[in-house]
């Protein structure tokens, strides 16, 4: 398999100087030190953790502080799961949505979903079918970037994670640089395999429970369902996602 390349958000607006951001977990650590990108400020490591991500460490990353288990439990929050690694970092610049769309690949847009949890789930599916980005609006995006980063597993490294300000115009803008639209609705009259894909597309994911917002399904090209057994047909957002790109990304 070939890997993608980390992705460049060096066209969009700077991150805030102030607001470090702190990851740690293996995958996501190693991610981060791959990605040229990505301004790494300090490293914490345990012995064993230091082997594992050893060959990862570049010129330009800072030296490796080595602290055991104790000392790097106390530097993230409570109950969290650094594996022996934690780095301190910069935010990666907002990526600009219209040099998104101008690559034309498929994309994602999510609406209220804002679960860490979840987007994390939803970030690694868009990295292994090779979404072009994901769309988040500004008023729900996830508040813990350090659950996210966690639960994405390095995803945010490679998948651009696009802050939007108004989901319905940024739809609206998708569909003038021609894109087509869907929405996944499990009350909608076809199926998402019968879309047609004589276009690129964007694929609208609801929060679980809530489901689209009318301003965001009046904005969609279309609305389609799961192809999935009548009888279960609920499915957590993540993984419906996942079989939803499945099916977009097929031949």
């Known amino acids: ?6 992705h460049n958000r060096s066209k969009g607006k700077n991150p805030q100087k102030s607001q470090a951001q702190l990851i740690y977990g293996l995958h996501a650590v190693r991610a981060v030190l791959d990605n040229p990108q990505r301004k790494v400020r300090q490293l914490w490591a345990s012995a064993n953790a230091e082997t594992e991500i050893r060959s990862h460490i570049k010129e330009q ?6 602290l055991n288990i104790r000392e790097l439990s106390k530097i993230i929050p409570e109950n969290s799961v650094h594996q022996g690694i934690i780095a301190e970092v910069e935010p990666l610049p907002n990526p600009d949505f219209q040099d998104i769309l101008a690559e034309g690949k498929l994309l994602l847009a999510l609406d ?3 679960d860490p949890g979840n987007m994390g789930a939803i970030l690694r599916s868009a990295a292994a079918f090779g979404v072009g980005g994901v769309a988040v ?31 319905s115009r940024s739809l609206q803008i998708a569909q003038k ?18 879309v047609p894909k004589n276009a690129p597309i964007m694929c609208v994911m609801g929060a679980e429970g809530k ?6 399904t009046q904005n969609c090209d279309y609305t389609a369902k799961l192809p999935l057994n009548a009888e279960f047909s609920t499915l957590n957002v993540s993984a419906a996602t996942a079989i ?8």
């Open 1 to 6: 398999m070939t890997k993608r390349k980390p």
């Open 61 to 66: 990353h800072p030296k490796i502080q080595m």
């Open 112 to 114: 209220q979903i804002n």
């Open 137 to 167: 609006p500004r008023h729900n995006s996830p508040q813990n970037a350090m659950s996210l980063a966690k639960a994405a597993s390095g995803a945010l490294e490679i998948v651009p994670l696009v802050d939007i300000g108004n989901l």
């Open 177 to 194: 640089a021609g894109y087509i639209v869907v929405g996944l609705d499990e009350d909608a009259s076809i199926t998402l395999d019968e």
């Open 211 to 216: 489901g689209l917002r009318r301003l965001t």
């Open 244 to 251: 939803a790109l499945y099916i977009l990304t097929r031949p």
